[in-house]
T-cell receptor
Framework: AQKVTQAQTEISVVEKEDVTLDCVYE???????LFWYKQPPSGELVFLIR??????QNEISGRYSWNFQKSTSSFNFTITASQVVDSAVYFCALSEANFGNEKLTFGTGTRLTIIP | DVKVTQSSRYLVKRTGEKVFLECVQDMDHENMFWYRQDPGLGLRLIYF???????EKGDIPEGYSVSREKKERFSLILESASTNQTSMYLC?????????????FGDGTRLSIL
């Protein structure tokens, strides 16, 4: 069975600090997809990134970067120079590649608070 | 942009009532999903559908049913609401079956069962 663990329940940092959100996953499949979503106080989940298991290249998008390491089954998310607008709950999620099974397994989320 | 619209933002119902939560997407997506979100538990999948009139159970289908008569609309039904179904309910859709496209979410319905 697939599982996603986000061990950090809540994190608070002062604005402009860097912060890393951890995500560790478990799956028996060799082909799978990993996702990060952001849930601001308004409630709607916003898609941030998708990564498949064959692509271990790290990704950078502005102040956001993701570090995918299959050896440690981790897909960590770093925000550089954090801003108040980054305050949200962040979810990591995993989807195995079985056709017809589009199920996403979510972690329990990390609540990030950026202190002005 | 994809728009997933849930019929109510807040809903209060009584124990034993039959409750309908409606979700509509406007981008011709094949897949639609219903999740519930509870503190400390993250999002858990209730049901999903990859085509009209097709449905698959998720992790926690007990006490729920779904209906998908049209491609754009996916309804979640609580047959006889109970207090342990008080939760935030999130609907999502994604483009094509088998492609693991990102799921797009609605704003959620916060349901209280009294």
């Amino acid at each position: 069975a697939q599982k996603v663990t986000q061990a950090q329940t809540e994190i608070s940092v002062v604005e402009k600090e860097d912060v890393t959100l951890d995500c560790v996953y478990e799956t028996r499949d060799t082909t799978y997809y990993l996702f990060w979503y952001k849930q601001p106080p308004s409630g709607e989940l916003v898609f941030l990134i998708r990564r498949n298991s064959f692509d271990e290249q790290n990704e950078i998008s502005g102040r956001y970067s993701w570090n995918f390491q299959k050896s440690t089954s981790s897909f960590n998310f770093t925000i550089t120079a954090s801003q108040v607008v980054d305050s949200a709950v962040y979810f990591c999620a995993l989807s195995e590649a079985n056709f017809g099974n589009e199920k996403l397994t979510f972690g329990t989320g990390t609540r990030l608070t950026i202190i002005p | 942009d994809v728009k997933v619209t849930q019929s109510s933002r807040y809903l209060v119902k009584r124990t034993g009532e039959k409750v309908f939560l409606e979700c509509v997407q406007d981008m011709d997506h094949e897949n639609m999903f219903w999740y519930r979100q509870d503190p400390g538990l993250g999002l858990r999948l209730i049901y999903f559908s990859y085509d009209v009139k097709m449905k698959e159970k998720g992790d926690i289908p007990e006490g729920y049913s779904v209906s998908r008569e049209k491609k754009e609309r996916f309804s979640l039904i609580l047959e006889s609401a109970s207090t342990n179904q008080t939760s935030m309910y999130l609907c999502a859709s994604s483009l094509r079956a088998g492609q693991r496209q990102p799921q797009h979410f609605g704003d959620g319905t916060r349901l209280s069962i009294l």
